[in-house]
């Protein structure tokens, strides 16, 4: 049992309170009376709305300012207080908590597009505690049953006080707060390794592009091609938006230096009725209205044909201008032209436009743009990427930490927690075994990108395979499921088991997938077949595979390999043996699937030509054949 098991028996067996947080708690505000002139040069410390979006625990050493005069009546933030986002332009991004889990040594303002919650009784709940459970998926779900709205979702704080949240002993807290935080320190410290990257991705970036370094002209951004708006088709057109197809550009989508997909699609009859523009593939697009404009000048590339609505801005770059490069550019010098075209007032964070048309950027020739491009192509993918690297691994434990989050913090009627001890081992155990292998992928991946090619043992690719033993008194010559040795594999059949026994078997143990590569482990060694998927069994260890993940080393490309492969064989025994050490140790090379493929392709045409019957020498060879059969019995016969 547990420690936290026990803690539960002993102080709630019958069960953990439940309350509302109207029952234990009041809401208060943020800023109240601010225009944008009073964070210009402030004089105290504020809580943006990125510091609470971001952090389960509040940043308490802010950066950002707000001018407070002696005498003004603002509330500040407390020790135990329960931040929450309040206003968003989407639903998933509404009440989003941060927590005041470290005594501030000075007073903290907060922005007015969020709201905090105050404990009557700051001892019911620890604040570590606290950062934990409302981003639990249980709290999540409640707390977004309290957001309204069209174009913005605003939080209700009438309905939050009807969350109800579960409050255990002290020590129970404490127990889980141990737990989850052992999680959530490897993932910092990771993220924090990724953070320096992405500065140094930023560094290069700026040095790349700085327009004091390099040879280039400064062009105007009117100049780099045509600029263009969009607009939003009626939403009370069913026929606009059901089963869309075509990409419609929000605000909410443009949030990743290279666009995926966007969030809302179109029809074609939104696209010729309410008179939509669909801009062309590798177009760049800018936010221009948003709220997100308060701390981040928004820019994507998007790769594919869009439309976009009226808070964007679209560019389809000049010929000799690279699209891709402008991205890069306006990213560079998105702060200093944010800061420089930002309206003033108004209710909605805006750009003028027409100050950022007349903003300069460098722009070199299209060779050094294209260099450029590579280099930090290249640096993006690597702190972005989710399938390698960094990404990949904090993306894991960032999944694992959020499983125990949510198991911890449900508690059953009777006070214990979901996982048993053993189910708690066991999915540990397995989510462990999980991490390595995704660990050793996303390695190989990112040795792959960066190096063009990785040498790897075959164990790395993959587990070492064999069907269940059959016993020689469960095979028959006569009919059923082809059974193969090693002396028949790669050839006919001349044994055969049971379909009973060849279901039961196939369902219970091991078995290859269609496309799989067998070797030959004992007697020919490295014999290869790929296994075409229709009803057969195989000799045990005599014949083996790898389940090998495709996303690394294709099938067709393994086959290969093996054919070239100078297997160690064991020798000393009756006959040679390839043990699953031996193969797990041989190392092959291996490039980027794509490179996989084009191997494959030529090595695939020549094997046609070699072998191939209807091509190649081996037809050649069978017409002469039928050729000098005619002449030869013409010839020698000479009739009676």
């Not at 760049?284 to 976009?308: D, K, M, N, Q």
């Not at 960094?390 to 006070?415: C, M, S």
């Not at 797990?584 to 493929?597: D, L």
């Amino acid at each position: 049992m547990s420690k936290l098991d026990e803690l539960i028996r002993e102080l709630c067996p019958d069960g953990v309170e439940y309350k509302t947080l109207g029952e234990i708690g009041k809401f208060y505000g943020g800023l109240t009376g601010k225009s944008k002139k009073d964070f210009e040069n402030g004089n105290e410390v504020f809580i943006t709305y990125k510091n609470v979006y971001s952090n389960p625990a509040i940043d308490i050493y802010p950066n950002d300012k707000v001018k407070i005069v002696v005498g003004e009546k603002q509330r500040t933030l407390e020790y135990g207080d329960i931040v929450f986002t309040g206003s968003s332009e989407t639903p998933d991004e509404c009440g989003f908590s941060s927590v005041v889990t470290r005594k501030p040594d000075r007073k903290l303002y907060l922005n007015s597009f969020c709201f905090f919650f105050r404990l009557d009784n700051p001892k019911v709940l620890l604040p570590d505690f606290s950062k934990h459970l409302f981003r639990s998926s249980e709290l999540r779900f409640q707390i977004g049953k309290t957001a309204s709205g069209v174009t913005r979702y605003n939080v209700s704080k009438d309905k939050m006080a009807k969350v109800e949240i579960p409050l255990p002993p002290l020590e129970i807290q404490r127990e889980i707060v141990r737990i989850l935080d052992s999680f959530t320190k490897l993932t910092a410290e990771l993220t924090a390794e990724l953070t320096a990257r992405k500065t140094q991705y930023s560094f290069y970036r700026e040095r790349l592009l700085d327009k004091t370094k390099i040879k280039a002209s400064a062009v105007e951004i009117r100049n780099l091609g045509k600029w263009s708006g969009g607009k939003t088709p009626s939403m009370a057109e069913k026929k606009y938006w059901d089963n869309g197809t075509i990409p419609w550009v929000s605000s909410k989508d443009v949030k990743q230096p290279i666009l995926s997909d966007t969030t809302d699609h179109i029809t074609n009859v939104a696209v010729d009725e309410a008179s939509m523009t669909v801009y062309p593939a590798g177009s760049v697009a800018i936010v221009t209205r948003s709220g997100i404009l308060r701390h981040t000048f928004p820019v994507t590339y998007i790769p594919f044909e869009t439309t976009v609505n009226q808070d964007i801005k679209i560019l389809v770059t000049k010929e000799e201008i690279s699209s891709r490069y402008v991205s890069h550019a306006l990213q560079a010098y998105g702060e200093d032209i944010r800061r420089k075209t930002k309206k003033q007032g108004g209710t909605v964070d805006s750009l003028d436009f027409q100050k950022v048309l007349d903003y300069q950027i460098p722009v070199p020739s299209l060779e050094i743009q294209n260099r450029i491009v590579n280099v930090l192509d290249n640096f993006e993918k690597i702190c972005s990427d989710l399938n390698i690297g960094l990404p990949a691994e904090i993306e894991a434990r960032q999944k694992q930490y959020e499983y125990y989050r949510d198991k911890l913090l449900t508690f059953a009627e009777t006070g214990n927690t979901i996982l048993s001890r053993a189910e708690q081992s066991r999915a540990e155990q397995s989510r462990a075994e999980q991490s390595r292998a995704e660990q050793s992928r996303a390695l190989i991946k990112l040795l792959q990108y960066v190096y063009g090619y990785v040498r790897i043992p075959l164990g790395d690719i993959g587990s070492i395979c064999m069907c269940k033993r059959i016993l020689k008194s469960q095979t028959n010559t006569v009919s059923g499921v082809p059974f193969y040795k090693i002396g028949t594999f790669g050839k006919e059949a001349d044994a055969y088991i049971s379909q009973e026994t060849f279901d039961e078997y196939w369902s219970r143990y091991n078995f290859p997938k269609k496309g799989d590569v067998l070797i030959s482990a004992a007697g020919t060694i490295g014999r290869t077949v790929v296994y075409d998927g229709k009803p057969a069994y195989f000799q045990d260890s005599n014949i083996v595979w790898i389940d090998n993940d495709e996303s690394i080393v294709l099938n067709s490309y393994l086959r290969y390999c093996y054919e070239l492969k100078p297997w160690k064989a064991s020798e000393g025994g009756t006959i040679p043996r390839l043990y699953n050490d031996n193969i797990a140790k041989a190392v092959i090379t291996v490039p980027s699937i794509e490179e996989q493929k084009r191997i494959v392709s030529i090595l695939d045409r020549f094997d046609t030509i070699c072998n191939d019957l209807t091509s190649g020498l081996p037809a050649e060879i069978e017409a002469r054949q039928k050729q000098y059969e005619y002449y030869r019995d013409k010839l020698l016969n000479f009739g009676k």
